[in-house]
């Protein structure tokens, strides 16, 4: 007859294995100080000692090496975490393989309407993009896995804005410059809330004007094994080829239906 594992193994387990030798306790202090920048954009070394729980001199450690080794930076005793970090998001999403269970829906709405399609997720006051099907280069400047744009001036920013907690809104509208890229750029804050319950209403977004002039980008939200919005795949265009009603008619649909084909296939969720 085996014998029975004690209730409480797990836990002894875990505690026998954080006092053995094979526990790097600094690695742990390291990861907990990257935690304590969680909706905060900067830190003191006391504040994040509080939020990490840790003693002062071991968190001034921590973010000096963080600093040298290029994740995070500072200025005026107050520390941020640089983009270097997100390579540390990537490579959980390429664990993941989220480009492989994207690419293939993104190229098929990319041939299917002869546009650029790419996934986003939004990270602070911007969005990123970790997937992406290139056609025409329609922007100034050309777009990869990585890049970034401000939120308020995408429609996968506008969608991912949209679906945000109140409080989470909130700390969006605090840290965000609301910078104009163009003479019809949004950068009303009371306007934009405005336009984000249309967006949840209909369950899409669409951007005109908003990050270079003649740009009209829609976009469309992905969901993880718990329902909740994590991505958005969106297909920009360009009115000089493409009137709006085409882009509500024809690419909405498609853009509908492709992210909802990868919120099928992502067995996984996106930790934000």
């Given at each position: 007859?085996?014998?029975?594992?004690?209730?409480?193994?797990?836990?002894?387990?875990?505690?026998?294995?954080?006092?053995?030798?094979?526990?790097?306790?600094?690695?742990?202090?390291?990861?907990?100080?990257?935690?304590?920048?969680?909706?905060?954009?900067?830190?003191?070394?006391?504040?994040a000692?509080?939020?990490?729980?840790?003693?002062?001199?071991?968190?001034?450690?921590?973010?000096?090496?963080?600093?040298?080794?290029?994740?995070?930076?500072?200025?005026?005793?107050?520390?941020?975490?640089?983009?270097?970090?997100?390579?540390?998001?990537?490579?959980?999403?390429?664990?993941?393989?989220?480009?492989?269970?994207?690419?293939?829906?993104?190229?098929?709405?990319?041939?299917?309407?002869?546009?650029?399609?790419?996934?986003?997720?939004?990270?602070?006051?911007?969005?990123?993009?970790?997937?992406?099907?290139?056609?025409?280069?329609?922007?100034?400047?050309s777009?990869?896995?990585?890049?970034?744009?401000?939120?308020?001036?995408?429609?996968?920013?506008?969608?991912?804005?949209?679906?945000l907690?109140?409080?989470?809104?909130?700390?969006?509208?605090?840290?965000?410059?609301?910078?104009a890229?163009?003479?019809?750029?949004?950068?009303?804050?009371?306007h934009?809330?405005?336009?984000?319950?249309?967006?949840?209403?209909?369950?899409?977004?669409?951007?005109?004007?908003?990050?270079?002039?003649?740009?009209?980008?829609?976009?469309?939200?992905?969901?993880?094994?718990?329902?909740?919005?994590?991505?958005?795949?969106?297909?920009?265009t360009?009115?000089?080829?493409?009137?709006?009603?085409?882009?509500?008619?024809?690419?909405?649909?498609?853009?509908?239906?492709?992210?909802?084909?990868?919120?099928?296939?992502?067995?996984?969720?996106?930790?934000?």
């Open positions: 007859m085996p014998n029975k594992i004690p209730e409480n193994s797990n836990e002894e387990s875990k505690d026998n294995f954080e006092t053995s030798g094979d526990f790097l306790k600094t690695l742990a202090r390291g990861l907990m100080v990257i935690k304590s920048f969680q909706n905060s954009p900067s830190l003191t070394i006391s504040e000692a509080v939020r990490s729980g840790l003693a002062r001199p071991v968190t001034r450690r921590v973010l000096l090496t963080l600093e040298h080794l290029g994740y995070a930076t500072s200025k005026d005793g107050r520390f941020s975490l640089t983009t270097k970090i997100l390579s540390l998001g990537y490579s959980y999403l390429s664990s993941h393989n989220i480009w492989e269970i994207a690419q293939p829906y993104l190229k098929k709405l990319s041939n299917q309407i002869d546009e650029s399609s790419s996934l986003s997720i939004l990270d602070h006051t911007d969005v990123v993009y970790v997937a992406r099907v290139s056609v025409n280069k329609i922007m100034k400047s777009l990869e896995v990585g890049s970034r744009l401000p939120a308020h001036t995408t429609s996968p920013g506008r969608l991912l804005l949209a679906y907690p109140e409080h989470k809104l909130d700390d969006y509208f605090e840290q965000a410059e609301l910078k890229f163009t003479k019809k750029t949004n950068t009303s804050e009371a934009i809330r405005e336009e984000l319950k249309i967006i949840r209403e209909n369950g899409w977004a669409l951007c005109q004007d908003q990050l270079e002039l003649g740009l009209i980008s829609v976009a469309a939200p992905v969901r993880d094994i718990r329902g909740e919005i994590v991505a958005a795949v969106n297909c920009p360009h009115a000089g080829r493409v009137d709006m009603n085409k882009v509500i008619n024809e690419y909405l649909p498609l853009v509908l239906e492709t992210a909802e084909k990868i919120s099928s296939n992502i067995e996984f969720e996106i930790v934000q």
